[in-house]
């Protein structure tokens, strides 16, 4: 039985991803490892056990933008940590949105990077990131509904901070923690 991808799970069409591709010549065989390199990377909030996997792949030959999008294609088999996982790459520090809204288009991904951004918009409005990016996506319909991880998923919420009052909600993203061995 083959597996439902992100693609089917949209009503889009499910191409073969250079991206994915590119990946595997690297070392990077399957979601579980493109997982395992975000987690590397600084994805700790999807850390399995006490020890982050090593990174296997440097940043010159894999940025982390083209690691978002991988985590994102629509040619990934359907599952919504890989889609959570994604959304926190794209949040890296050294993204660039032309970058993304490029590769969005190669994996045929926009309308799911395009979600994940007016998120972005929803709970950063102050980081230009997410609105320049917006700008430079192509239009998109809205996912289907129940496909894509709720908003609320891509950010940490804190809870009550004093009488009534409920803390900022922050968006996630990759940090190297001196807890797990990374210098300050």
Known sequence: MQ???LAQKL????????????????????????MDEAVARGCFHYLQGR???????????????????????AANPYDPWLIRVGAMMLGAEDNDPAEIARLAVVEDSEQVVRAIAEAGVRYEPEVAFWKTLLALLPETLPPKSGVLPHHSRYV??????????????????????KAFGYAG
């Open 3 to 5: 597996t439902e991808t």
């Open 11 to 34: 009503g889009t069409r499910a191409l073969r991803s250079p991206l994915l591709l590119k990946a595997e010549e690297l070392g990077l065989h399957g979601p579980k490892s493109l």
């Open 51 to 73: 020890t982050p996997p090593q990174q296997q792949v440097n940043l010159e030959a894999f940025s982390n933008a083209e690691l978002a999008i991988a985590l994102l294609t």
């Open 156 to 177: 940490s919420t804190p809870g009550l901070t004093g009488p009534r009052t409920h803390g900022k909600a922050v968006w996630l993203r990759p940090a190297k923690l």
